[in-house]
């Protein structure tokens, strides 16, 4: 027997941390973390003692022996793992990333934005004694894109949140402030520093790259930001309409973000009843007609930027066709070509469809009044009643050495790397910031508070709601 790492994978490699003979890579200290869409465990390394599915936050890791039969991909996946990058003798001795032992007492830190990144920075933090930490978030509910970006359908991807659940000695030294906006008419980062020694910025990426090209501000034409907040129930996008009468919608861009969309376009309502997907959304898609979704790669396959997990979990949804032409997937080697070439075989059975497209770039969005497809620089027109656009996201980065911008104000996150990486990828960052944020305290080079009054119930400049706290 051996144990598996299967799609939930979030990298934010919580099980290296607890593997006895280190055999999950890449760890966050080697070159391929950063990029890899999962970690891998070497089943000839592997001793079974399962303390890396203890510590996995969400459920990815199982004994092979415990597998589904459409599951036994995920062995192989691992296996290859280690034929492709074979394993360096130093992998097995490295040691475990060590918590620095710092003395932090006193030490108050201001958090702003409340996903992944901010609470894993706030995790971090609160190892040390006598740290206390305040977490600003706008919305009145926390947790970021694990709340509003990951897919109702994908329940163990948003369990990561989960984690973030401290012993009590270190949950109250926590408070997190609901409905509070920080710059523009809402608090000032001058007012945070003038409590805090420090501000770190979690706030994610600004907003969603534009095409640039011509018809791109037609109705029903929309973005993945707003369209994925409509079906997790965002408040900003909540009363989105959109149109789903016509039979087939494309989605332009081919990240794990447009999978999502595609996915959650063609499933099935009565599966989607049983997650979290906003009521509104799950009545729309009730009534929807499209029974196809066209994917757009502008490039060719073998720079799709879907993951290959989240391309074979696609690939096994019951009743839905994924269908790839032979004539795009014919070259290239590594898992994710294999996989489509199996997916260009596959016989459709005439069911829901998604169709992956490549060399397919959108030179125009066509339509008199409202969208009615894209057209290619092939000069081929392709018909659809909703054009997503899912290009990724933009907007700029803070400016940072080690998660430092200037001493007293750091940043983690997208909104410090930049919209790439899983949810677990956060984590490693979040744990530099910190690392960098604790040596300046240590160092004298963070100014004391002027205001000694603490963060919280007794600060009345902005709105916090007590309902919302979670801090006991
Ligand atoms: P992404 O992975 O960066 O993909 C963006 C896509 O848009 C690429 O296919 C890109 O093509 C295309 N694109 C960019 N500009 C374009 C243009 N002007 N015209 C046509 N196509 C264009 O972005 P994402 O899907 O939004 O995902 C963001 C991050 O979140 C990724 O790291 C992703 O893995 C992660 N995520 C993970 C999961 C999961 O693990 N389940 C789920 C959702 C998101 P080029 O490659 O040619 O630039």
């Keep these: 027997m051996t144990y598996v790492v299967t799609q939930n994978c979030c990298s934010d490699a919580s099980c290296v941390v607890v593997c006895p003979v280190g055999c999950i890579h890449p760890t966050p200290d080697e070159p391929g973390f950063a990029t890899a869409e999962m970690l891998y465990i070497d089943p ?66 201001a958090i702003v934005g409340s996903g992944a990144a901010g609470f894993y920075a706030a995790t971090a933090l609160l190892r040390h004694p006598g740290v206390r930490v305040d977490m600003y978030e706008k919305l009145s509910a926390p947790h970021g894109l694990i ?43 001058e007012a945070l520093l003038d409590r805090h020694h420090a501000v770190i910025y979690a706030t994610g990426s600004a907003g969603e790259r534009r095409l ?75 009534g929807s007609a499209i029974d196809e979704v066209v994917i757009l790669g502008r490039r060719g396959a073998a720079h799709a930027a879907f993951t290959t997990p989240e391309l074979y979990a696609l690939s096994r949804v019951p009743g839905l066709d994924v269908i790839v032409d032979p004539e795009d997937v014919a070259h290239g080697d590594g898992p994710k070509l294999e996989l489509l070439r199996e997916l260009a075989v ?23 009044g409202a969208a009615a497809g894209v057209r290619l620089s092939t000069g081929e027109f392709v018909e659809a009643g909703l054009v997503l656009r899912s290009i990724g996201f933009g907007g700029a980065t803070f400016d940072t050495v080690a998660g430092r911008v200037s ?44 205001r000694s009054e603490p963060a919280g119930r007794r600060l009345r400049l902005w709105p916090v709601r007590s309902q919302d706290k979670v801090a006991t």
């Design 346 to 368: 596959r016989p459709a059975t005439g069911a829901k469809r998604i169709v992956i497209r490549f060399n397919a770039a959108p030179v125009e969005i066509v339509g008199d």
């Design 44 to 109: 000839d390394t592997c001793v079974d003692c399962g303390a890396c599915a203890d510590a996995c936050p969400v459920d990815a890791i199982r004994p092979d022996t415990a597998l589904a039969a459409d599951d036994h991909w995920y062995i192989r996946a691992n296996a290859e793992y280690y034929q492709s990058n074979p394993p360096s003798p130093e992998w097995y001795r490295r040691q475990p990333r060590r918590i620095a032992r710092v003395s932090a007492e006193g030490l108050r830190v």
């Design 212 to 286: 640039d090209i011509p018809g791109e501000d037609l109705p029903g034409v929309i973005g993945a930001l707003p369209f994925v907040g409509w079906y997790n129930g965002h408040p900003d996008h909540a009363r989105l309409a959109p149109d789903l009468t016509g039979r087939r919608a494309v989605v332009i861009g081919n990240g794990n973000v447009a999978l999502d969309l595609a996915r959650i376009l063609t499933a099935d309502p009565d599966a989607l009843a049983d997650t979290d997907i906003a009521k509104p959304a799950l009545r729309a898609l009730r």
């Design 407 to 450: 001493a007293g104000v750091y940043a983690t996150g997208w909104a410090r790397r930049g919209p790439t990486g899983g949810i677990g990828t956060n984590r490693t960052c979040a744990e530099e910031t910190v690392d960098t944020l604790l040596a300046d305290y240590a160092a004298g080079a963070l100014s004391a508070p002027r």
């Design 147 to 189: 709340r509003y970006g990951v897919a109702p359908d994908h329940p163990a991807t948003k369990a990561v949140a989960g984690q973030f659940r401290w012993p009590a000695g270190q949950q109250k030294r926590f408070t997190l402030h609901l409905g509070v906006e920080v710059g523009g008419a809402g608090l000032s980062h």
